[in-house]
């Protein structure tokens, strides 16, 4: 059964922490997004990579935040210094590259900054 | 930009009480429509993708239908396990930017058995 792996679920850590989130891709998925959801705002697009590539990352914080592909197994969301508003429950999806991407999500990481 | 509204925010249904969810969105060059589900404390569930106008899926209890202009979730005589919040969203433009998903905020369905 095929799935986005997220890790960790949940995480509680204190203001100015740094914070990284892991998301292992379904096999054969080149196309990798990375979503943020909370009550008010819904879900935003921070970034998405295409063959681990960055193709837009217009949503993030960029004083804060950072993602990468080392590898295609692996996609990371990094905050640093994180910050109580940052709280929010992150996403990863993947999908397949084509003409109409359809993304499959994970279980998210409920982050919490105190 | 994308934009995607949907209504109502908060749907109650009695069991076996047909009813639709609205999606209206504003996107240049509409590349798919896509529907999920999501349970709480769950990511969202992928349901269905509508490409064109006219165009119409089927699941179970579930009927999703587009237009130029917006999107119906239909469901059909709905049982308690229906309840979860559905999310509407659109992927349009052109280039390697076009390929994310704008959503909307969702609409809580509640079946009361």
């Known amino acids: 059964d095929a799935r986005v792996t997220q890790t960790p679920r949940h995480k509680v850590t204190e203001m100015g922490q740094e914070v990284t989130m892991r998301c292992q891709p379904i096999l054969g998925h080149n196309t990798v997004f990375w979503y943020r959801q909370t009550m008010m705002q819904g879900l935003e697009l921070l970034a998405y990579?295409?063959?681990?590539?960055?193709?837009?990352d217009s949503g993030m914080p960029k004083d804060r935040f950072s993602a990468e592909m080392p590898d295609a197994t692996l996609a990371t969301l990094k905050i640093q210094p994180s910050e109580p508003r940052d709280s929010a429950v992150y996403f990863c999806?993947?999908?397949?590259?084509?003409?109409?991407?359809?993304?499959?999500f994970g279980q998210g990481t409920r982050l919490t900054v105190v | 930009e994308d934009q995607v509204t949907q209504s109502p925010e908060a749907l109650r249904l009695q069991e076996g009480e047909s009813s639709s969810l609205n999606c209206s969105y504003t996107v240049s060059g509409l590349r798919g429509l896509f529907w999920y589900r999501q349970d709480p404390g769950k990511g969202p569930e992928f349901l269905f993708t509508l490409y064109s106008a006219g165009e119409e899926k089927e699941k179970e209890r579930l009927k999703a239908t587009l237009t130029k202009k917006e999107s119906f979730l239909h469901i059909t005589a709905p049982k308690p396990e229906d309840s979860a919040t559905y999310l509407c969203a659109v992927q349009g433009g052109s280039g390697a930017g076009s390929y994310q998903l704008t959503f909307g905020k969702g609409t809580k369905l509640s079946v009361i058995p």
């Open positions: 990579f295409r063959n681990r590539a960055p193709l837009d």
């Open positions: 999806a993947s999908g397949p590259w084509g003409r109409n991407t359809e993304a499959f």
